[in-house]
DNA sequence: AGAATTTTGTTTGATATCAAACAACTTTAT
DNA sequence: ATAAAGTTGTTTGATATCAAACAAAATTCT
């Protein structure tokens, strides 16, 4: 019985069905307090972006949790709005390296006062201890799952 | 430094991000090792019918974290395979109450041993403790977030 | 009782995502 | 050096999902 009054028989506290309620209420969660101005794994991937400049969209995929192919379409977006640049990287002809752009900082720093402070609500809400636990068990159970795959 | 060797910079430790991550793989995961013979979400929907017989959609729907709507194709899916059955409601006009058929009881079992042997590679991998302490704080987590939504 | 609101299951778009296939290119093996 | 195998970014097709709108029915309010 972990919601409502309704049993879950063998699935009681099975980790992929926990995780997947919970991915969805965070998303939800967040598109609700950011007005859908901006998507989650689209800050993420400008995030990551920013962070490792010169990085191969593969490598930005792989970090976000992403498929490559998926992270066309995002980042043609971004081009086009000019918050990223994509420059062919000098030793690999296939591989198109990324940077920000003035307007993409700009536009990180926009957002990043409201999601620190969904954040903070979150840590507030769990405990500073237990979110913590929380990031480092999931992070451990994607090792986990990395491994074989 | 969570992954690789890309920094993260803001988005470090979020829990947004790693439930994002930890989902995709936990779903990945369920699919190569079921190889695709059934969903975790349409097994999901299958066990709770089974163990609350006579609920409506809508509570099923909720159980599972999905959205009433994605339901509809899901459950017409197990109709037509005869593993449930949709009785009108009597107290309802508008509501179909559901429960599971002999079918798709077998249905259940069949998958049942792999899935839990999935789930015990898990508590192998992280520990009982860790394990029954994720679960516990994603419920902790969802609780959370029902509160305002 | 009657009107207004809410709930139920559904249909209809919209979209985020993946998986498979592909050409161009690089790396590895022979 | 040449062939084989792997990688990169992309296109294409499939699909799981949601959100909004809807009619029918139930509930609540006055």
């Given at each position: 019985m972990t919601n409502n009054d309704l049993s879950y028989g063998m699935l009681d506290r099975m980790v992929g069905l926990e995780l997947r309620k919970a991915q969805t209420l965070?998303?939800?969660t967040f598109l609700r307090v950011l007005e859908g101005r901006i998507l989650p794994g689209h800050f993420t991937?400008?995030?990551l972006i920013a962070h490792n400049p010169g990085q191969s969209?593969?490598?930005i995929?792989?970090?976000?949790?992403l498929?490559?192919?998926?992270?066309?379409?995002?980042?043609?977006h971004f081009d086009n709005n000019g918050l990223i640049q994509r420059i062919p990287a000098r030793h690999d002809r296939r591989s198109k390296t990324m940077a920000i752009t003035p307007k993409g900082e700009d536009?990180?720093?926009?957002?990043?006062?409201e999601i620190q402070k969904l954040e903070d609500m979150l840590i507030k809400g769990l405990g500073r201890e237990n979110h913590a636990k929380l990031s480092e068990l999931l992070i451990q159970f994607q090792?986990?799952?990395?491994?074989?795959?």
């Open positions: 965070a998303s939800q991937i400008l995030v969209q593969s490598r995929a792989e970090a976000a949790g498929d490559r192919s998926s992270l066309v379409p995002i980042l043609k536009f990180i720093k926009k957002y990043t006062g090792n986990l799952l990395k491994r074989d795959s």
